[in-house]
């Protein structure tokens, strides 16, 4: 399967910031600029949720915990997706998914940790 690779994840006290980042690999970059890219985020003990998407004509939708903070964006040149976090609570903790759909297909990362401690 094609995977993606996410970076940028930390240790961060309550209103602090973090820019996570999704790097598309070889084999889908020549079509990552009509992909809808997504961010999810699971806790330990959580379902996995939504986060933040954008797609390729860069309509963003996020969920309402995040509205406000987050930013996502995209850089088609670069292949890569961004996800600008700023104000974190603790509630933000988990682990960070980069996600997207080719040919019906599922493309995930490994997930980068994110840790909001006060």
């Known amino acids: 399967q094609v995977q993606l690779v996410e970076s940028g994840g930390g240790l961060v006290q309550p209103g602090g910031s973090l820019r996570l980042s999704c790097r598309a690999p070889r084999s889908i970059t020549s079509v990552f600029s009509a992909l809808t890219m997504t961010w999810y985020r699971q806790a330990p003990g959580k379902e996995r949720e939504l986060v933040a998407q954008i797609t390729s004509d860069r309509t963003t939708q996020f969920a309402d915990s995040a509205k406000g903070r987050f930013t996502i964006s995209r850089d088609n040149s670069r292949k890569t997706v961004t996800l600008q976090m700023k104000s974190l609570v603790p509630a933000d903790t988990g682990t960070y998914y980069c996600?997207?759909?080719?040919?019906?297909?599922?493309?995930w990362g490994e997930g980068t940790q994110v840790t909001v401690f006060s």
């Open positions: 996600h997207t759909k080719q040919y019906g297909l599922d493309s």
